[in-house]
């Protein structure tokens, strides 16, 4: 938006919103920097914004923020409201308003935020998407916790544990324990 727009981005932004709707965003990001919940400093006007805000910068400025040369008009579209549906999935599920900052929310839900601001940030920065892509590879899913009715947590001991390298940076031997141990965690069957 800043190079886009280099002398009226602000402007820009507080247009999208309603006179009211912005103080009230501004006074959040400034409660949020107050009670200690976000350490960085506002530098400028998109730190006042958050996740739930870019769909409607997306969505306004879609053709200026995104590169959509080579594509038809037909699929400039189609890329268009895939990239808003990502915008949509990662304001949902972190929606201020459903859903308060302070809040855990689940494994899975985690891992969609994830992906799908991956996807959107591919769309700018393709090194910084790979980073991404590595952080998500370095989460262990084959014990991820299951958010079910139906289902309990695989994993009801290692959610409550602090990290391994809190209490130990290598532990050695006890390799048949740590075996038994691992099958007793996965082992759906084990309830306790």
């Known amino acids: 938006m800043a190079s886009a ?5 602000e402007e820009r932004i507080k247009h999208l919103f309603k006179e009211e709707e912005w103080v009230d965003i501004v006074e959040n990001a400034n409660m949020r920097r107050c009670t200690g919940e976000i350490e960085t400093p506002i530098k400028d006007i998109f730190d006042y914004l958050g996740v739930n805000h870019f769909y409607n910068i997306f969505d306004k400025y879609y053709d200026l923020l995104f590169q959509t040369t080579g594509l038809s008009s037909d699929q400039a579209k189609e890329e268009k409201k895939v990239v808003l549906t990502w ?13 308060p ?3 855990d929310i689940s494994w899975l839900d985690a891992i969609v935020v994830i992906d799908c601001a991956r996807r959107v940030v591919a769309k700018f920065d393709r090194d910084i998407a790979l980073e991404i892509q590595q952080i998500i590879q370095q989460l262990d899913l084959r014990f991820a916790k299951i958010d079910s009715l139906d289902e309990p947590s695989l994993r009801p ?3 409550s544990l602090p990290p391994a390298e809190s209490i130990a940076v290598d532990f050695i031997g006890r390799q048949k324990e ?3 141990l691992s099958g007793w965690f996965t082992n759906p069957e084990t309830r306790l």
């Open 87 to 99: 915008t949509k999935s990662v304001r949902n599920v972190r929606d201020p308003l459903s859903h």
């Open 5 to 9: 727009f280099p002398s009226d981005s």
């Open 178 to 180: 740590l075996t038994a």
């Open 157 to 159: 001991l290692q959610d």
């Open 101 to 103: 900052a302070e809040q």
